[in-house]
């Protein structure tokens, strides 16, 4: 069963490499970029570290040992000329370098965020259950945006001084063995403290990013139910959890930036410590006449970059702290197994279709509530071309069968078939290619109407959008808005009327024009005149296609071949709208309830409970 994202105190620690590891391959993929940009830091480094040998030459030969003459005076002009065309090449690789690894990491960054959501669109709605979409949001954006700022900069930081580290340590060497000994003595008491208290700065980050985390998934959910917040008076109260959730992700931050501030300023003293007391034990060789003064200063300047150098890793080391607790988040998703897949060998469903449904022995448990049985041994089959509907008071478990018919979810046992297959055994693309669903609460996109409708078939043409939209009964209200079809209806619908979402839903179904047509309350949010239109409609579409229905209104119901009525996950019995009613049995309680017992059960407006 897929499982959700880890919170920091369930998720297994890593080193801070280790946490980035799953970066790796979507790097790999760009070489000849990666090379450039290697290149491009030698080349760079290698003008660096050029530098102290020129100014030893000067200090030895043109200082300290100059006679007047213009053979000496050419020799200093030539150096510093030679230094010159050293810095020219070493703005170019510089430049080259910044632009190879800034453009690696846009390109990581954004295969990266398409890979997570990728992964996000397949996992199965157990995961959803439980996690936050303000959290995957945020996941999405600031950890993306946290990986990108290493792969853009800190990487690019990280190579130039791991290089210029490495070529000062070897060029102090071969300048003076006796002094590099005891700069290579100090790197360890440098670096072992760093790495000990990197630890804390990047548990510390991760729990930063997870307050983030919840701050946003807050605010998603409070921007997104705003007319419902505004209209119970609970603006302010929202306002001051949100400030206190943004309290929370700033102390946690604070925690964070601390961290990183000690461990920067330690790093500091160390080096330059260590730069200082080199710098001194120079000077007494050079009083002493065991080392000229050239030598110094051309082994000072390296100890110099290897001090910058490394105090600079340790400064990046704290940028990939962060980085590792954003990759983590990331890396979770991407490790996410959907509980819903293919199976290894999918079995194809016939063709053409038949839309006949089989459910046999069906038991389910909620994922959130294993404690509560949806369905008990639930068998019934429906025929092809059959309409049946599904009735019974709420939490019989009549929109569980419409999840597991679309493979939402799987049973905990028994099968559910479509065309005489299992629907585990099936690619779960296929099998809801053969289904049309309208639910009682329609998703309607931020796009046009015609995006709207034609998210039911991609590829339809706009008159094949118009024609489903007038057989939906919305053609009327579309051409009278102001851009038609072309009209944007803002986030979630919210310029339209229920009823109005509701037809464009159907207009959706219509227009996808499946052999299984599954109806959740599809005419609940209509009025009395738009859901007689809409009924006609209705009535055309089921025509020859499987139907299952959930419905309040006696019209849909009393259209139906047959009638299930559902209690506590069972079929507590089964007929015609007329023969239930006759029987006085569940499905005549329900309707008695909502009209009194003295009602004509049998007319036209008379409703079954949902």
């Known amino acids: 069963m897929a499982r959700s994202p880890a919170r920091p105190e369930t998720a297994r620690p890593r080193a801070a490499l280790g946490a980035l590891k799953p970066l790796f391959p979507f790097a790999a993929r760009y070489k000849g970029r990666i090379a450039a940009a290697i290149v491009a830091l030698v080349a760079a480094s290698g003008a660096t570290l050029v530098v102290p040998i020129a100014v030893r030459r000067v200090v ?49 960054v954004a295969d990266l965020r398409a890979a997570v959501f990728a992964r996000l669109t397949t996992l199965d709605p157990a995961f959803f259950d439980r996690a936050r979409s303000g959290e995957l949001v945020s996941r999405l954006t600031a950890d993306a945006a946290q990986v990108k700022s290493v792969f853009g900069v800190s990487l690019s930081i990280l190579l130039r001084n791991l290089f210029l580290f490495a070529g000062a340590i070897g060029m102090m060497v071969w300048t003076s063995p006796r002094l590099s000994v005891l700069v290579l003595a100090a790197i360890p008491l440098i670096v072992f403290p760093l790495i000990l208290s990197g630890r804390g700065v990047r548990r510390r980050s991760r729990a930063a990013q997870d307050r983030l985390a919840d701050a946003s998934a807050f605010a ?106 954003a990759a983590e988040r990331l890396a ?169 979402r509701q037809r464009i839903a159907i207009a959706r179904a219509i227009l996808k024009d499946a052999p299984i047509l599954l109806l959740d309350e599809a005419t609940s949010a209509l009025d009395a005149e738009s859901e007689r239109a809409v009924q006609a409609a209705l009535d055309v579409l089921m025509k020859d296609r499987t139907t299952l229905v959930i419905a309040h209104r006696l019209a849909t119901i009393r259209a139906a071949d047959r009638i299930l009525v559902m209690e506590d996950g069972r079929i507590a019995e089964q007929g015609t709208h007329d023969a239930l009613l006759s029987r006085g049995g569940l499905y005549a309680q329900l309707a008695a309830l909502q009209f009194g017992a003295g009602a004509d059960l049998s007319g036209e407006r008379q409703v079954a409970e949902v």
């Open 60 to 108: 030895d030969l043109g200082f300290v040992h100059h006679v007047p003459g213009v053979g000496e005076v050419g020799m200093i002009d030539a150096y510093f000329g030679g230094l010159i065309g050293v810095v020219a090449v070493l703005a170019v690789a510089s430049a080259a370098r910044y632009y190879c690894v800034v453009t690696l990491g846009e390109r990581v």
């Open 332 to 500: 979770e998703i991407l490790d996410t197994v959907p509980a819903i897949g293919a199976p290894d060998r999918p079995r194809a469903l016939p063709a053409p279709p038949r839309g006949e449904i089989a459910f046999e022995r069906v038991r389910f448990h909620y994922p959130t509530r294993p404690e509560l049985p949806a369905l008990h041994d639930l068998s019934f089959t429906v025929a092809p071309g059959e309409r049946v509907a599904l009735v019974g008071p709420s939490g019989a478990g009549k929109s569980t069968v419409l999840q597991l018919l679309l493979r939402f979810y799987d049973p905990e046992s028994g099968t559910v078939r479509v065309d005489g297959v299992p629907a585990d055994a099936a690619e779960p693309e296929a099998l809801r290619a053969r289904m049309a669903l309208v639910p009682q609460d329609p998703t309607v996109f931020s796009g046009s109407i015609l995006d709207n409708i034609r998210y039911g078939r991609p590829e339809a043409s706009e008159a094949e959008v118009e024609h489903a939209a007038a057989q939906a009964h919305a053609d009327g209200f579309i051409r009278a808005l102001p851009q038609g079809y072309a009209t944007l209806v803002g986030e979630r619908g919210v310029t339209l009327s229920g009823g109005q």
């Open 220 to 325: 998603t959910e409070a921007v997104g139910a705003v007319r419902t917040m505004q209209a119970f008076g609970m603006a302010s109260a929202t306002a001051r959890r949100f400030a206190a959730a943004s309290e929370e992700a700033f102390l946690a931050s604070r925690a964070s930036a601390r961290a990183r501030a000690l461990l920067t300023g330690v790093a500091i003293f160390l080096i330059s410590a260590s730069v200082v007391g080199v710098l001194w034990y120079g000077a007494q060789g050079v009083a002493a006449g065991t080392l000229s003064a050239g030598q110094l200063s051309q082994f000072v300047l390296y100890a110099v970059f290897g001090a910058s150098a490394l105090g600079q890793l340790s400064e990046v080391y704290g940028e990939l702290t962060l980085a590792a607790g």
